[in-house]
């Protein structure tokens, strides 16, 4: 027993090390309101972040403030404070993909948990709302999770980077079961999981009406809920200006399939059958 005793301190003092050092590492003057913080999780590279202006800030912003300087985080905090609470009032959910949800018409993204949305309007616990005017940069990830004789299992990520201030945010959209076919022994290819297709065709749809109706409000001071429903409804179909009728028939038909509940277990494929239909009849009534 006595033996025993005489290890302890080689176990207790490497611990206690440990303990005082991450400490130390997560306490200091918080960067923003000048605060003591003691062991607070946020950082950014030049200092900590305390409990209270962390919470001033979108949650899916924190993970990604490890090498963001203080002035990045001060004008974070700034940005929010003036735009959330404006863009939690007039969100008005058309589209979601796991936790993104979408406001098409008002060009409004927000990563919040299922939750934290009640009948397409935000609660007041849900922080991260960005403005698509803000968007500089976006992209997809599709990592595979595991892979069968003919299907592989993919999760899909989204990435979004932001101008003002710039910062990249990564959010998953979702799992998919992909068709797959062997290549040769090592490599199997599959078809882009329909889930990115629509999110894709939507988000990009949003973009591009968004921008058209900023561009329009620098001049004018009106634009007709008509033409945005015309906007959205081309973005959706990928079709510009110039389309005949075979080609939005063409594109109906492959979008309809692409979200066949057969296809598509986690996508409210009615939802969006309505959504492709709805977007059909306006492109063919606008050929008249
Ligand atoms: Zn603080």
Redesign the pocket.
């Known amino acids: 027993m006595t033996d025993y005793l005489r290890y302890l301190p080689i176990l207790i003092i490497p611990l206690l090390i440990f303990i005082t050092c991450k400490l130390i590492r997560s306490s200091g003057t ?6 003591l ?1 003691i062991g607070s999780p946020y950082r950014c590279s030049d200092g900590v ?2 409990k ?2 962390s919470q001033l800030m979108p949650s899916s912003t924190l993970r990604s403030l490890k090498m963001e300087p203080a002035s990045t985080v001060k004008r974070l905090i700034d940005i929010t404070r003036s735009n959330i609470p404006r863009y939690r009032k007039i969100f008005d959910e058309t589209s979601h993909f796991g936790n993104i949800h979408i406001d098409e018409r008002n060009g409004l993204i927000a990563l919040c948990s299922n939750r934290e949305i009640k009948d397409g309007k935000l609660k007041s616990s849900c922080k991260n709302i960005f403005s698509v005017l803000n968007v500089q940069d976006c992209n997809f990830n599709i990592k595979t999770e595991s892979s069968s004789e003919n299907a592989v299992k993919v999760s899909i990520h989204f990435i979004l980077v932001l101008a003002e201030p710039n910062i990249t945010i990564k959010e998953q959209i979702g799992h998919a079961t992909c068709n797959a076919h062997r290549v040769d022994y090592e490599h199997i290819s599959y078809s882009e999981p329909s889930a990115l297709t629509l999110f894709r065709s939507i988000f990009v749809g949003m973009l591009r009406q968004t921008w058209e109706k900023y561009d329009y409000m620098q001049s004018h001071n009106f634009i007709s809920p008509q033409a945005v429903e015309l906007t959205l409804s081309r973005a959706l179909f990928m079709v510009d200006e110039q389309y005949t009728l075979n080609e939005i028939k063409r594109q109906r038909n492959r979008l309809i399939k692409a979200f066949h509940p057969d296809s598509n277990k986690d996508i409210d494929a009615t939802k969006y059958t309505e959504k492709i239909n709805n977007a059909y009849k306006i492109l063919k009534d606008n050929l008249r």
């Open positions: 918080c960067i923003v309101c000048k605060k913080a972040i305390c209270d202006c």
